[in-house]
């Protein structure tokens, strides 16, 4: 109780919060996704994808107190990485409130915060395209491994059953 009365909790618009949090939720199914591409066993996947995010978000707190302090910017690669752009977020966002400056609204939401944020979505979309696409062209235990262009050729039988309607 007493850590959500913080005033980055109270302060915060509770829309920021929600897309912050949800962006983060879909890269974490994002990740699991494409780690089960590799792994057998999907709870294997989303174990390995989890303590792959807690790995790379400690590191990234580290970054963020150790070397990129602001205002010094966080590298825009660094920024693409999900777990690293999540703890960019709020260490960007904690930063202003311990000087009273919260973000009290999306005005305040621009540069490096609006990037990490906009991050979180665009890395879900690919690993998650990425995890469905090697799905389908990697042999797996079960099922019939398609062709790396299989894409393309489902475009074109589309295409030709349109043509003949």
């Known amino acids: 109780y007493f850590l959500l009365k913080n005033a980055i909790f109270t302060l915060t618009p509770f829309t920021l919060m929600?897309?912050?949090l949800f962006g983060w939720m879909l890269a974490q199914i994002g990740?699991?996704?494409?780690f089960q591409t590799?792994?057998?066993?999907?709870?294997?996947?989303?174990?390995?994808?989890?303590?792959?995010?807690?790995?790379?978000?400690?590191?990234?707190?580290?970054?963020?107190?150790?070397v990129y302090q602001l205002p010094t910017e966080f590298p825009?690669?660094?920024?693409?990485?999900?777990?690293?752009?999540?703890?960019?977020i709020f260490y960007?966002?904690?930063?202003?409130?311990?000087?009273g400056e919260c973000i009290r609204s999306w005005k305040g939401v621009k540069g490096e915060l609006a990037d990490c944020i906009m991050y979180l979505y665009i890395f879900f979309a690919f690993t998650f395209l990425l995890g469905t696409y090697l799905h389908e062209i990697i042999p797996q235990e079960y099922g019939v491994k398609r062709s790396?262009?299989?894409p393309f050729?489902?475009?074109k039988s589309k295409q030709a059953s349109d043509d003949e309607t």
């Open 76 to 88: 825009y690669v660094l920024r693409m990485y999900a777990p690293l752009g999540f703890t960019r």
């Open 92 to 99: 960007v966002m904690m930063n202003k409130c311990s000087i």
């Open 153 to 155: 050729q489902l475009c």
């Open 148 to 150: 790396p262009l299989f």
């Open 31 to 34: 990740l699991s996704v494409l």
């Open 38 to 66: 590799f792994l057998s066993n999907s709870r294997t996947a989303n174990i390995v994808g989890y303590l792959l995010s807690v790995w790379t978000s400690l590191i990234g707190a580290g970054l963020n107190v150790g």
């Open 18 to 20: 929600f897309v912050i």
